[in-house]
C-alpha cells in the first residue's frame, strides 16, 4: 500500500468555490447559478469517488481511506458563513446532499457494498422511514443503496419523481453526482466560464 497519492481535496479548493458563490449573482432558476452549485456539489463527490477507487484498487488502506474521507467531510460540511441569507440555503442544500455520499462511501469502506437488496429497494425503504420520521433509519437505508452505487449499480433517478421532496430525495441527488462521478471521475475546472 502506497502512501496517498496526493491530497484528494483541500480546504483551499472548497473556499474557491464558495468565494466564486459569494461574487455572482446566484439565481436556482438560471442555468449558470444551477451549474455553479453543481459543480460544487460534483467536485466533492469527485474527490469521494477517486478516494473509494483506489481503496478499491488497493492502492489505499481502510485507515487511510477513512481518514481521507473524514477530511473532506470536515472541509465540506462545516459551517459556511455568507451574508445573503438565499446563497446559505443553497450551500447548505449542497451540504446535505454531499452527506449521504459520505455515508455511503465510509460505508463501502468499512462493510463493502450491502449484500441484499437493490438500489430501489434501499430507497424505498429509505423514503418509508423519512415519512414515518425515521432520519437515522432513513439515511441508513439510502447509504446501503449508495454503496451498491459504489459497486457497480446504477441509481435510476426517475425514482427521485416517485418520492415526496425531503432529505432522501436530498441524498438521492448527491448520490446521482456521486455515480457520475465514478463513472467520469474528471476534475471539475473551477474556472470553467
Sequence with gaps: MSETPDEYYTEERWNNWLDRLREEDIDPENEDSARLLLNLQDDAAIAVAKIVSDYDDGELAEDAALEELETIREIVLSEVEFEEEDKLMLIDGVQTSLVCVFYAAEEFVVAGPADEGS???????????????????????????????????????????????????????????????????????????
Excluded: H, K
Excluded at 425515521?134 to 439510502?142: F, K, M, R, V
Design 119 to 193: 438500489v430501489e429497494e434501499y430507497v424505498r425503504a429509505a423514503a418509508d422511514a423519512e415519512a414515518e420520521e425515521d432520519i437515522d433509519a432513513a439515511l441508513g437505508y439510502t447509504a446501503q443503496a449508495g454503496t451498491l452505487v459504489i459497486d457497480g449499480a446504477t441509481l435510476d433517478m426517475d425514482i427521485a419523481e416517485d418520492i415526496e421532496y425531503g432529505l432522501v430525495s436530498e441524498w438521492l441527488n448527491g448520490l446521482d453526482s456521486l455515480q457520475t462521478a465514478l463513472a467520469d471521475p474528471e476534475v471539475v475546472e473551477e474556472d470553467d466560464e
